[in-house]
């Protein structure tokens, strides 16, 4: 079992930043491929940005790319969440995910943290 969880959001107005973490904790985090994800109000959950287990692959959303950066610290056992250039349409309930290295789905998930962007 891997135990996640997110800190970090809260409101800011729009052009502002935010760096959201998520710590892990159980299984030896350095073999897990992480990932970040959004959901906003009556949208489907998202795929914003991923990075594997020994951090030198990225993957950015096209809607975030520029703007939003992901990184780990495997010594912290914690992946972090840059969001810089924050715009309205970013507000959602952002969650961490872990998944074995190299496997499909994501297994595990955090409770997620509210970001709210204000106009």
């Known amino acids: 079992q891997v135990q996640l969880v997110e800190s970090g959001g809260g409101l800011v107005q729009a052009g502002g930043s935010l760096r959201l973490s998520c710590a892990a904790s159980?299984?030896?985090?350095?073999?897990?491929?992480m990932g970040w994800f959004r959901q906003a109000p009556g949208k489907e959950r998202e795929f914003v940005a991923g990075i594997i287990w020994i951090g030198a692959l990225t993957t950015i959303a096209d809607s975030v790319r520029g703007r939003f950066t992901i990184s780990r610290d495997n010594a912290k056992n914690t992946v972090y969440l840059q969001m810089n250039s924050l715009k309205p349409e970013d507000t959602a309930v952002y969650s961490c995910?872990?998944?074995?290295?190299?496997?499909?789905?994501?297994?595990?998930w955090g409770q997620g943290t509210q970001v709210s962007v204000s106009s």
């Open positions: 159980g299984r030896p985090f350095s073999s897990y491929d």
């Open positions: 995910a872990a998944r074995f290295s190299g496997a499909r789905v994501y297994d595990y």
